[in-house]
């Protein structure tokens, strides 16, 4: 079995200012990442995916996350926020090779830029 | 990316109809979808997993009676609310994957069920 933690349910910022939404998984095989955005009253948005290869991830929208193994962490960055980055966030992970294939997604975290 | 699509965006009704969403892939073949139902401020709740051609694998707690699936083809599958009561309110989501080996899902942009 596997799950997902993101520590943080709500992470309000200023406008322009570094944020960094934090997840953490626990699993015992192989495990592919994902971050989705979702803004109010729509679906979701992958925002970028950890398959394999290099542990930094460049997403969408400025967006980069880093596989840590030995922490069993997935970290959200952005070096500067837009009021438009408003929205939820969610962490999923999912085995990356047998067993079941649906993924497992975080609480979620809503992130709030303030002016 | 690959599309996915649902509709109605919005649907109320009165307590005791049936609602009936629909979920499509727009440029891929969708073996496999998925229905979520996300409360406020909640993570997404799997309900269940369908497959092209067979019955659908609900989750625990979800009332297969009540939340009829169908996926009758590649591109399409249907969430029907059937007796829909308000507690029935919520967002509900539908996913899409293809053969792809990474079995990526595609979300479509959620129906707003308000049952009054």
């Known amino acids: 079995a596997q799950s997902v933690t993101q520590l943080d349910s709500q992470v309000p910022v200023f406008e322009e200012a570094p944020v960094e939404l934090r997840c953490n998984y626990s699993s015992s095989v192989s495990v592919y990442l994902f971050w989705y955005v979702q803004y109010p009253n729509q679906g979701l948005q992958l925002l970028l995916k950890y398959l394999s290869g290099s542990t930094l991830v460049k997403g969408i929208n400025g967006f980069e996350a880093e596989f840590n193994k030995s922490q069993t962490s997935f970290h959200l960055r952005k070096p500067s926020v837009h009021i438009s980055d408003t929205a939820e966030y969610f962490c999923a992970v999912r085995t990356a090779s047998g067993g079941s294939y649906i993924p497992t997604f975080g609480r979620g975290t809503s992130l709030i830029v303030h002016p | 990316g690959a599309v996915v699509s649902q509709h109605p965006s919005r649907v109320i009704c009165k307590s005791g109809t049936s609602v009936k969403i629909e979920c499509r892939s727009l440029d891929f073949q969708a073996t496999t979808m998925f229905w979520y139902r996300q409360f406020p401020k909640k993570s997404l709740m799997l309900m269940a997993t369908?497959?092209?051609?067979?019955?659908?694998?609900?989750e625990q707690g979800v009332e297969k009676d009540k939340f009829l699936i169908n996926h009758a083809s590649l591109t399409l599958s249907t969430l029907t609310v059937t007796s829909a009561h308000p507690e029935d309110s919520s967002f509900y989501i539908c996913?899409?994957?293809?053969?792809?080996?990474?079995?990526?899902?595609?979300f479509g942009p959620g129906t707003r069920l308000t049952v009054l």
């Open positions: 369908s497959n092209e051609g067979s019955k659908a694998t609900y």
């Open positions: 996913s899409a994957s293809g053969t792809s080996v990474y079995n990526e899902q595609f």
